[in-house]
């Protein structure tokens, strides 16, 4: 099948890959959780506390841009657990395993969370991917891109730029993010879905064996990644 994905790419750009869930809680859960995975889940592990645990509950309860933020980290072998109050999060270490190790990974995390009991309602998952496309020239950089942008009169060739789009997929905001630099291109990519918890398992293992397609065609189909 001629548009069939590839399991792994032989030159592997990718510099991070996280999948977040945040979640509505009966309360804080980042002094349970932790010895909860840490229980669950089997290997040689490390926990530390987070400098942002350091700011007192209240002030983190009533400011919006730390109610989600992790406080406990996790270390394991290829993976590390962010556990915040309201959040829980599973970010990759490099080398990258591969999405169906993630997947499985992330699929156990989620289990795990339901199984404790502590979730009310999540609000949002998501997964996020940044790349590193090396070049140094920047006419290469728009390239690699497949980028075509017109302001006025002016068109997009070998100067600096930043693209943000946010595209409506199937219950999904895909988001692409593209920052060139000298030597830099970013892709982000932030997934979105609101729905209760019950659902959400129930919809989330549906439709697992497709969730990659939108992921990797966003990812990679833009860019013609020199292999």
Not at 136 to 142: G, I, K, R, S
Request: hydrophobic letters at 40%; a positive charge; one cysteine or more.
């Amino acid at each position: 099948m001629a548009n069939t994905l590839p399991k792994r790419l032989r030159k592997e750009p990718l510099l991070d890959a996280l999948f977040e869930c945040r979640f509505n809680a009966h309360f804080p859960v980042s002094n349970i959780l932790p010895g909860i995975l840490f229980s669950e889940f089997e290997g040689e592990k490390q926990l530390e506390r987070l400098p942002q645990s350091e700011i007192p509950e209240v002030i983190r309860k009533s400011d919006p841009n730390l109610q989600y933020v992790p406080l406990v980290r996790i270390r394991f072998q290829n993976y590390s657990f962010l556990v915040g109050d309201r959040s829980v999060a599973v970010a990759c270490h490099l080398p990258y395993k591969g999405w169906d190790d993630f997947k499985a990974t992330i699929i156990k995390l989620i289990g795990v969370l339901k199984k404790s009991g502590l979730v009310d309602k999540v609000l949002r998952y998501s997964t996020k991917y940044v790349d590193l496309i090396h070049s140094n020239d920047p006419a290469d950089q728009v390239g690699l891109a497949n980028l075509s942008l017109r302001i006025g009169s002016h068109n997009l060739t070998n100067e600096s730029y930043q693209v943000r789009m946010e595209i409506p997929v199937e219950g999904f905001i895909n988001v692409i993010q593209i920052i060139s630099g000298t030597k830099v291109g970013f892709y982000l990519f932030l997934f979105k879905l609101s729905i209760h918890f019950g659902d959400f398992m129930r919809t989330y293992l549906g439709i697992m064996s497709s969730y990659r397609q939108p992921n990797s065609t966003l990812q990679r189909t833009p860019l013609t990644i020199r292999r």
